[in-house]
């Protein structure tokens, strides 16, 4: 079992910057691949981000490419979500993924609950 703990979610407006964080525990974090989705009120959950386990390999949905970046320390366990240029469609539940493929858009089968962020106009 993999326990995810997401934080950094919060307020903000447009074009400002705020930063994810997901810790994880549990098991050996370099086994698994890492994700970032995000689900919108009466949206499905959407893939954001995909980091390999060595940190070398990285996707990006559309979406967010060239404003967003992915990360991970494997020392501390955690992974992170540099989000810069903020919109409101990026308002959102952020959910931290773990245990999938390096697949854009192909969960593992771990979750965190979510932070919320929230992009006002």
């Known amino acids: 079992q993999v326990q995810l703990v997401e934080s950094g979610g919060g307020l903000v407006q447009a074009g400002g910057s705020l930063r994810l964080s997901c810790v994880a525990s549990g098991r050996t974090f370099t086994n698994y691949n890492m994700a970032w989705f995000r689900q919108a009120p009466g949206k499905e959950r959407d893939f954001v981000a995909v980091i390999s386990w060595s940190g070398s390999t990285r996707y990006y949905a559309d979406s967010v490419k060239g404003r967003f970046t992915i990360s991970r320390d494997n020392a501390k366990n955690t992974m992170y979500l540099q989000m810069n240029s903020l919109k409101p469609d990026d308002t959102a539940v952020y959910y931290c993924?773990?245990?999938?493929?390096?697949?854009?858009?192909?969960?593992?089968?771990?979750w965190g609950h979510g932070t919320q962020v929230t992009v006002s106009s």
């Open positions: 993924n773990a245990g999938g493929p390096i697949v854009p858009g192909s969960p593992g089968g771990y």
